[in-house]
């Protein structure tokens, strides 16, 4: 395991965070998700696509971090297809079928997803 810089591991610590805060979003809007979207689902929605965004952004960073570790490009692989999952959002046009999406799909893979990611990063962030 190399030595992180004070700055590798705070971002590595705020990429964790991040996770988690993606992780809650993801569930609220499992359960806040009715025939009428309200503003506060829809701003949550939005929340989780620039979040994914910086996520996608820091995994750039952590493959140089990491010399192009192939356990971390296979998650990283593995981000990308939650990604495709979840854009069958735009595909649906009832809330039930997005929710029944996040229930069923997406949720699921992020969370085991999470789990294994969490696992990678955690050595590098507890001291």
Known sequence: MSELTVEQHQLLYEYDQLLNTLSDA???????I??????EAQQVFQDVL????KASTIHEQMVSLFN????LITLIGDF?????LLQQWFEFETNEDKRLLLVEKVVPA??????????????YIVH
């Open 68 to 71: 192009e570790d192939i356990k």
């Open 50 to 53: 620039l979040a994914l965004d």
């Open 110 to 123: 992020f969370e085991s997803w999470r789990s294994q990611m969490q696992s990678y990063v955690k050595p």
């Open 26 to 32: 993801l569930e609220y809007l499992e359960n806040n």
């Open 34 to 39: 009715q025939e009428e979207t309200s503003p």
């Open 80 to 84: 990308h297809d939650i990604v495709k």
